[in-house]
């Protein structure tokens, strides 16, 4: 088996969730022996966090702690790294390039998973920086799906939810206000695609839109590579 390396801590319960579900899913379909993984839990400053969550400001502040993370992830032996958080994928080109081993993307593998899907046009609940990045109209457009946003005030409350999220202050009322945001794309949209890794963490299921969750896509594409001959 080859060994991931994931670029973590963005945040620290996603991080968790994706190694528990990385090491579920590969046992499903390997019961000789458990996946061999790497973590770096990005030691990130929380005012840098807060910024790039709620305002979409100073990103490039991240790019010093994700290429130290990935050329530490890479001295460690790993084979391939992950980055189970959608925002910093604006920095997956210099990332790629300060590292000898490969680096999976999760917005590509997201994309061609929803191209896969058949999907016409999804709604996008992402963070600020995600959308005005525009990291996954321009990939998504490009494979002939349309993408539907969320108005300024639903975009408002969902980087507070992830803030919440991030923090660990989150409750059911985030969860009825997500499901509130999500139920807005009813009849607009095929599906929706929750494009911020941290908002799997409210488990919301919707009555009338199926949702698609990017954190869960990039997880399958890791135990595939981990498992890959």
């Given at each position: 088996?080859?060994?991931?390396?994931?670029?973590?801590?963005?945040?620290?319960?996603?991080?968790?969730?994706?190694?528990?579900?990385?090491?579920l899913?590969?046992?499903?379909?390997?019961?000789?022996?458990?996946?061999?993984?790497?973590?770096?839990?990005?030691p990130?400053?929380?005012?840098?966090?807060?910024?790039?969550?709620?305002?979409?400001?100073?990103?490039?502040?991240?790019l010093?702690?994700?290429?130290?993370?990935?050329?530490?992830?890479?001295?460690?032996?790993?084979?391939?790294?992950?980055?189970?958080c959608?925002s910093v994928?604006?920095?997956?080109?210099?990332?790629?390039?300060?590292?000898?081993?490969?680096?999976?993307?999760?917005?590509?593998?997201?994309?061609?998973?929803l191209?896969?899907?058949?999907?016409?046009?999804?709604?996008?609940?992402?963070?600020?920086?995600?959308?005005e990045?525009?990291?996954?109209?321009?990939?998504?457009?490009?494979?002939?799906?349309?993408?539907?946003?969320?108005?300024?005030?639903?975009?408002?409350?969902?980087?507070?939810?992830?803030?919440?999220?991030?923090l660990?202050?989150?409750?059911?009322?985030?969860?009825?206000?997500?499901?509130?945001i999500?139920?807005?794309f009813?009849?607009k949209?095929?599906?929706?695609?929750?494009?911020?890794?941290?908002?799997?963490?409210?488990?919301?299921?919707?009555?009338?839109?199926?949702?698609?969750?990017?954190?869960?896509?990039?997880m399958e594409?890791?135990?595939?590579?981990?498992?890959?001959?």
């Amino acid at each position: 088996m080859k060994t991931a390396g994931i670029i973590g801590g963005l945040g620290p319960e996603t991080t968790a969730e994706f190694y528990l579900q990385t090491i579920l899913s590969a046992f499903k379909r390997n019961k000789k022996s458990r996946p061999p993984i790497l973590i770096w839990n990005v030691p990130l400053e929380y005012q840098i966090e807060e910024d790039l969550l709620t305002k979409a400001e100073g990103e490039e502040r991240y790019l010093p702690y994700l290429i130290d993370a990935a050329k530490r992830l890479e001295a460690g032996r790993a084979d391939f790294i992950v980055i189970p958080c959608n925002s910093v994928h604006i920095f997956i080109d210099q990332i790629r390039n300060s590292v000898n081993i490969p680096v999976l993307s999760i917005v590509e593998e997201t994309s061609n998973f929803l191209k896969e899907k058949n999907i016409n046009k999804i709604g996008l609940l992402a963070t600020l920086s995600t959308i005005e990045k525009r990291l996954y109209q321009k990939p998504l457009e490009n494979l002939g799906i349309g993408v539907s946003l969320p108005n300024t005030l639903d975009q408002e409350k969902i980087g507070k939810l992830i803030q919440n999220l991030v923090l660990s202050r989150n409750d059911e009322e985030d969860k009825e206000e997500l499901l509130g945001i999500i139920g807005n794309f009813e009849n607009k949209v095929d599906d929706v695609v929750l494009a911020c890794t941290d908002l799997q963490l409210l488990k919301p299921v919707h009555k009338h839109i199926k949702l698609h969750d990017s954190m869960r896509i990039l997880m399958e594409a890791t135990v595939n590579t981990i498992l890959k001959d």
